[in-house]
Antibody
Framework: QVQLVESGGGVVQPGRSLRLSCAAS????????MHWVRQAPGKGLEWVAVIWYDGGDQYYADSVKGRFTISRDTSKNTVYLQMDSLRAEDTAVYYC??????????????WGQGTLVTVAS | EIVLTQSPGTLSLSPGERATLSCRASQSVGGSTSLAWYQQKPGRAPRLLISDTSRRATDIPDRFSGSGSGTEFTLTISRLEPEDFAVYYCQQYGGSSTFGPGTKVDIK
């Protein structure tokens, strides 16, 4: 069965960096786009970033553009989110989600359990 | 950017009752039907319920149904089961993604 397991969350000071990981299993990782979606405490869902099935394209929400970088390692079936210059407003649970297609569809058919990132001094 | 609004914000119902949730888009969604619904329970990840306005995802019971097109969409739960009390989000997709603010269905 499809499994997505995030890791790497924690407490970090404003301006610092953090890298999240999402280990995928149960499907052909190289055939699907992968996304990160976040949810601030008590708030709704916000799409963050996508990487296409082959890593050839990446797109970002305006709120993180220039600060976050999404990447993938097919040999490890893992997608990453490098988060730099973190701000208090980046505090959220970060979910890894699979695109139902190559990356362009933005329909999230499987989700990980999430990892909490807290940006605070 | 397509903005989604959901109503009501909270729906208080009893088990066995019918739930009707609405989602309105600021402009027509892609292909008129690229609208999905997700269910989220406290402390859990969202789960895809319905895509393409009315297509149930794998293992989603048939008491969940979706309808609509263009800018007006509805999620209906025909008879609420105890496990259905949760927050429901609509999402437009297809080249981009935005979510609605959610409707909480709680026990009356």
């Amino acid at each position: 069965q499809v499994q997505l397991v995030e890791s790497g969350g924690g407490v970090v000071q404003p301006g610092r960096s953090l890298r999240l990981s999402c280990a995928a299993s149960g499907f052909t990782f190289s055939s699907f786009g992968m996304h990160w979606v976040r949810q601030a405490p008590g708030k709704g869902l916000e799409w963050v970033a996508v990487i296409w099935y082959d890593g050839g394209d990446q797109y970002y929400a305006d709120s993180v553009k220039g600060r976050f970088t999404i990447s993938r390692d097919t040999s490890k079936n893992t997608v990453y989110l490098q988060m730099d210059s973190l701000r208090a407003e980046d505090t959220a649970v970060y979910y890894c989600a699979r695109d139902s297609s190559s990356g362009w569809f933005y329909l999230f058919d499987y989700w990980g359990q999430g990892t909490l990132v807290t940006v605070a001094s | 950017e397509i903005v989604l609004t959901q109503s009501p914000g909270t729906l208080s119902l009893s088990p066995g009752e019918r739930a009707t949730l609405s989602c309105r888009a600021s402009q027509s969604v892609g292909g008129s039907t690229s609208l999905a619904w997700y269910q989220q329970k406290p402390g859990r990840a969202p789960r895809l319920l319905i895509s393409d306005t009315s297509r149930r995802a794998t293992d989603i019971p048939d008491r969940f149904s979706g309808s609509g097109s263009g800018t007006e969409f509805t999620l209906t739960i025909s008879r609420l089961e105890p496990e259905d009390f949760a927050v429901y989000y609509c999402q437009q997709y297809g080249g981009s993604s935005t979510f609605g603010p959610g409707t909480k269905v709680d026990i009356k």
